[in-house]
């Protein structure tokens, strides 16, 4: 699950809302991907004729599904509603997405979203933060039958899930090449706003290949003027002939929290590489290069004897990473990824994030004026390691309730922490434990343990494990590039 405090920095995201699809993949999906006889022409020529989209909307709304999740969690004073769209809890009350620091309580908290079916047979595509926790999720078709659906896999990186429903001949949705999507192309955004019922919206695509925006660690968005709200999350984004282009993921909402006019979608060919991963591995499995690339702008390329200012720049590279093993250096711009040009920072973590590890690439970079190739063997994408270890043995010790994550390169930045800080982010802090009580908050970098240096996942859960439940622990701890210690 997202951490409080990470969603909570996500401000320019403020409502998920949709994704839907119809993936080839494994097991009996690629029945999904065989192209319907084209109705290109009667299609258009109704809509010029005045009689809009129906048939489209006819052909589509069978496979797009209403989701409903369950899941048990702690709700302090100021939580969100019952029945609201996962991402929509940034909206009610505390700089962490919600959280206050009041005594919580249980509840079974329900939210609801959107979802496609991608396979006669019951493959449905989502988002993850629809699904993210839930212990029930229940699937309701469009001709009101409800099923129980398994969840397959997720990828919290692009935020999307695959579940799974029993039976067979399940309507579906053909794929569309998201790649060929253009600006001023027509597209319907469907989905269950607010609960209300499905519900059917129009507009354009504004622009392609939007990246930087904060919203997911993965980011290529199709962005659209159609009207989506809170409740479309994990519906469908389609083209004017009803083909899959893109999951509707996120808006950017004013103080109302509603429609602005700019959404975003994760492009169907992004989501269909995470669906055939999730349906044959059970996860989705990231490229990683190691390093913290960074825009160039006019000045850096001229600081860096650069004509251009397309490019990644390489602004860190991650000790024992798969770049730290390369011949690859600081200040280089990549300019190119196995001959394919890279525009920016954001383009380039995408391209290497939608490869598959083990891969060896081949990097075009600028350095001293020149250009060079540097082949690199990508490794994968460091997950939340041993998270569940981590948690295990903190329910033995003083730090119950504290969850902590791994102190990437790109979690620095986002801290606006030094490129040289080390040791693990706080993620989540229970506002009834008693780190909360003596001031532990989620983004404060734990340094120390006990006087024990940690600087990765492994070596805090060992200092955290030789700690016992009734001794009081020692925390040296970073907070905004200053440091200071808690006994907790």
Same mark, same amino acid.
């Given at each position: ?41 009667a ?14 909307? *006819? ?7 209403? =989701?409903?999740?369950? +899941? ?12 609201? &769209? ?21 509840r079974?908290? %329900?939210?609801?979203?959107? @979802? ?31 099923? *129980?659906?398994?969840?397959?896999g997720? &990828? ?23 790649? %060929? ?11 269950? #706003?607010f ?7 129009a507009? =354009? ?22 009207? =989506? ?10 083209? &004017?002939?009803?083909?899959?282009i893109?999951i ?34 059970? +996860? ?5 290069? @190691?390093?913290? #690339? ?7 390329? /001229?600081?860096?004897n650069? %004509? ?33 040009? =890279? ?7 995408? /391209? ?27 490794? $994968?994408?460091?997950? /939340?390691q ?16 504290v ?5 990437? #390169? ?5 801290? %606006? ?10 993620? $989540? ?8 009580d003596?001031?532990?908050? #989620?983004? &404060? ?23 016992? /439940?009734?001794?009081?622990?020692l ?14």
């Amino acid at each position: 699950m997202k951490s409080e405090f990470f969603r909570g920095r996500r401000s320019i995201a403020t409502v998920a809302l949709v994704a839907a699809l119809a993936v080839t993949g494994f097991y009996g999906l690629r029945a999904a991907d065989n192209q319907a006889p084209t109705v290109k022409t009667a299609l258009r020529s109704e809509a010029a004729a005045g009689r809009g989209y129906s048939a489209v909307v *006819k052909r589509v709304v069978p496979a797009v599904v209403n =989701i409903s999740t369950s +899941k048990m969690v702690k709700q302090t004073a100021m939580d969100m509603p019952e029945g609201a &769209d996962p991402l929509f809890r940034q909206f009610f009350g505390g700089e962490n997405g919600g959280r206050q620091f009041n005594t919580p309580h249980q509840r079974n908290e %329900k939210a609801l979203g959107s @979802g496609v079916i991608i396979s006669p047979q019951g493959y449905i595509l989502t988002n993850n933060h629809v699904v993210d926790g839930a212990t029930v999720v229940t699937v309701t078709l469009h001709d009101k039958r409800e099923f *129980k659906a398994r969840v397959v896999g997720t &990828d919290p990186r692009t935020d999307v899930a695959v579940l799974k429903i029993e039976g067979s001949n399940f309507p579906t949705l053909t794929l569309a090449d998201s790649s %060929k999507v253009e600006v001023g192309d027509i597209v319907l955004a469907i989905g269950n #706003p607010f609960g209300v019922g499905q519900t059917v919206t129009a507009g =354009i695509v504004s622009a392609t290949g939007r990246g930087n925006l904060g919203i997911e660690q993965v980011e290529d968005f199709i962005q659209t003027d159609a009207p =989506i709200n809170p409740g479309n999350s994990g519906g469908a984004l389609v083209d &004017d002939e009803g083909h899959l282009i893109g999951i509707n993921t996120a808006i950017l909402a004013g103080n109302s929290g509603g429609n602005q006019g700019i959404g975003f979608a994760v492009p169907i060919n992004m989501a269909r590489h995470d669906m055939d991963e999730i349906v044959a591995h059970g +996860k989705v499995e990231h490229g990683y290069l @190691g390093i913290l #690339p960074q825009d160039v702008t006019p000045a850096l390329a /001229k600081a860096f004897n650069s %004509k251009e200012t397309n490019g990644a720049l390489v602004g860190q590279i991650t000790p024992d990473s798969p770049a730290a093993h390369s011949s690859l250096k600081q200040g280089d711009i990549i300019v190119a990824v196995n001959g394919q040009p =890279i525009t920016d920072a954001s383009q380039l973590r995408t /391209k290497i994030g939608m490869m598959d590890p083990n891969q060896t690439v081949t990097l075009k970079v600028l350095r001293n004026g020149g250009t060079e190739d540097v082949k690199i063997t990508l490794g $994968e994408y460091p997950t /939340k390691q041993e998270r569940a270890s981590v948690e295990k043995s903190n329910s033995d010790s003083s730090l119950q309730g504290v969850n902590v994550e791994s102190l990437t #390169p790109e979690t620095a930045q986002e801290l %606006k922490l030094p490129a040289t800080t080390k040791g693990v982010v706080v993620s $989540e802090v229970d506002p009834s434990s008693h780190a909360a009580d003596v001031g532990l908050r #989620p983004g &404060d970098v734990i340094q120390q343990v006990n006087h024990q240096t940690v600087t990765n996942m492994r070596e805090y859960t060992q200092a955290v494990s030789a700690s016992k /439940k009734d001794d009081s622990v020692l925390l040296l701890v970073d907070r905004n590039g200053n440091t200071l210690f808690l006994a907790v």
